[in-house]
């Protein structure tokens, strides 16, 4: 069982070219969830999707866009890179998203640098 | 706002015991998780709390105490691969979870 797999595992990319970071999940879990980490700040939430079909913004949207076309995959697109997005990007899931005991599982990341 | 609170950095002697503490203000809780994160990987679950005491799982215990605020994980019988950094998380009114920035642990021999 992989869990969740996350491509790329680090990519160097110019500014204002477009990038998409794939999430794959394999434990049919209905929620999903895009993270970046960035040193001295806590994991903040990009976007998220409770279900296949829905998605919602969370904390720093800007930027990016996501779909969910089906419960396995949660790609995350940012049109036009720009350096501040450089980060490490974590893929994340969990059975249910709208309940309390719900555990979130991460993915292994992606650190993209942007230049 | 909201807003979870970590010292970020603590160290300790191999063998010891070592207590984390986490405050937290959000709006709403609906539990608090701590993770467990070496460096370059990813967070992995610790455990959770939604009920105020203490919860434990072999050499690691976490509590709450939801009239305060505050939680902290208790590490026993520490060792090196306990170097790592431990992140407190608290799932607000929306269901999101709210992040600390992480307290990193450095295991002395």
């Known amino acids: 069982i992989a869990g969740i797999t996350q491509a790329p595992t680090s990519q160097i990319l110019a500014a204002g070219r477009r990038m998409t970071l794939r999430c794959t999940q394999d434990m049919r879990h209905n929620a999903m969830y895009w993270y970046r980490q960035d040193l001295g700040l806590g994991l903040r939430l990009i976007h998220y999707?409770?279900?296949?079909?829905?998605?919602g913004k969370g904390e720093v949207p800007d930027g990016y866009s996501v779909s969910r076309a089906n419960t396995d995959d949660f790609p995350l697109t940012l049109a036009s890179a720009v350096p501040s997005q450089t980060s490490v990007y974590f893929c994340?899931?969990?059975?249910?998203?709208?309940?309390?005991?719900?555990?979130?599982?991460f993915g292994p990341g992606t650190r993209l640098t942007v230049l | 706002g909201q807003n979870i609170d970590q010292p970020t950095e603590m160290t300790a002697t191999e063998g010891a015991i070592v207590q984390i503490n986490c405050t937290y203000q959000?709006?709403?809780?609906?539990?608090l998780f701590w993770y467990q994160q070496h460096a370059g990987e990813a967070p992995t679950f610790l455990s959770y709390n939604v009920l105020d005491g203490l919860e434990e799982k072999g050499r690691f215990s976490s509590f709450l105490s939801r009239s305060k605020g505050y939680s902290y994980l208790l590490l026993k019988e520490l060792q090196m691969k306990d170097s790592a950094s431990y992140l407190c998380?608290?799932?607000?009114?929306?269901?999101?979870?709210?992040w600390g920035a992480g307290t990193k642990l450095i295991i002395k021999p």
């Open positions: 999707s409770n279900t296949a079909g829905t998605t």
């Open positions: 994340a899931s969990s059975e249910a998203g709208t309940s309390g005991t719900d555990t979130q599982y």
């Open positions: 959000t709006s709403g809780f609906n539990g």
């Open positions: 998380a608290v799932r607000d009114s929306n269901y999101q979870l709210i």
